[in-house]
């Protein structure tokens, strides 16, 4: 498998830890705080303030709505913290996805080969499946399987319609992005037994012919699962 690159590396985070610990330095002195009187005011230590300003220690988000209140920041030190904290998390999903992709890969070689983009140690009943990549094949096949709306398959995802729309678009083909990719493989591994065999049986359908909004047969490209349309009921199966 071809290495794929992190979507940050530890020395950025390590880097944007510092940069953040150099922001509450700026703010405190501004302030005319001490570190001791700032870890009195966030009821932390002040070797704990000392640390996390030269970026050498990560703490809780309470500590920075405490600092950023004390210091009157104006909410930029939780801010700073949150957009570190989502990096964070994202370097996290994107090294488990690539241990599971691993694993699935050796554990292909003594298995018969799936359709592009799924790997599942028994297709038949569907008790280990997983994604190599999310596109609008597999994003679709998963709506289907779960038996969802566009739009209660959005709010499983925490996201807006229009995205989910988006990736399942054959026009605009448009695949969900690192993070989103993680969430999918979280609500695939929330599934059912039953939702997972049905993922995997869908994805191994032979290919139907697709139409476009108006209804007139499209012929540039097949579609993998079965067609959605649209319908007025607020929860048919799109």
């Given at each position: 498998m071809d290495a794929v690159p992190e979507p940050v590396t530890?020395?950025?985070i390590r880097d944007l830890q510092k940069a953040l610990g150099r922001q509450l330095a700026h703010w405190r002195k501004a302030a005319g705080m001490t570190q001791a009187a700032l870890a009195r005011r966030t009821a932390y230590s002040r070797s704990s303030v000392a640390n996390v300003e030269i970026g050498r220690h990560?703490?809780?988000r309470g500590f920075w709505e405490r600092a950023d209140r004390e210091l009157r920041a104006q909410g930029s030190?939780?801010?700073a913290f949150d957009r570190l904290h989502d990096l964070i998390t994202m370097l996290r999903r994107h090294r488990a996805w690539v241990t599971e992709h691993e694993r699935l890969l050796r554990?292909?070689?003594t298995t018969p080969p799936n359709p592009p983009g799924l790997m599942s140690a028994s297709p038949s009943c569907g008790c280990t499946v997983a994604v190599a990549r999310w596109r609008e094949r597999e994003v679709l096949a998963l709506r289907e399987a779960l038996r969802l709306s566009l739009g209660a398959f959005a709010e499983r995802l925490r996201v807006p319609s229009s995205i989910v729309a988006a990736w399942e678009n054959r026009r605009q083909p448009e695949p969900p992005s690192?993070?989103?990719q993680a969430a999918?493989?979280?609500?695939l591994k929330l599934?059912?037994?039953?939702a997972r065999t049905r993922f995997a049986r869908i994805l191994?359908?032979?290919p139907m012919r697709s139409s476009d909004h108006a209804g007139t047969p499209r012929t540039d490209r097949p579609a993998t699962v079965t067609p959605l349309h649209r319908s007025q009921g607020p929860q048919a199966v799109r």
């Open positions: 530890p020395e950025q990560n703490i809780p030190l939780v801010e554990h292909q070689t690192l993070p989103m999918l493989d979280d609500l599934a059912d037994q039953e191994q359908m032979p």
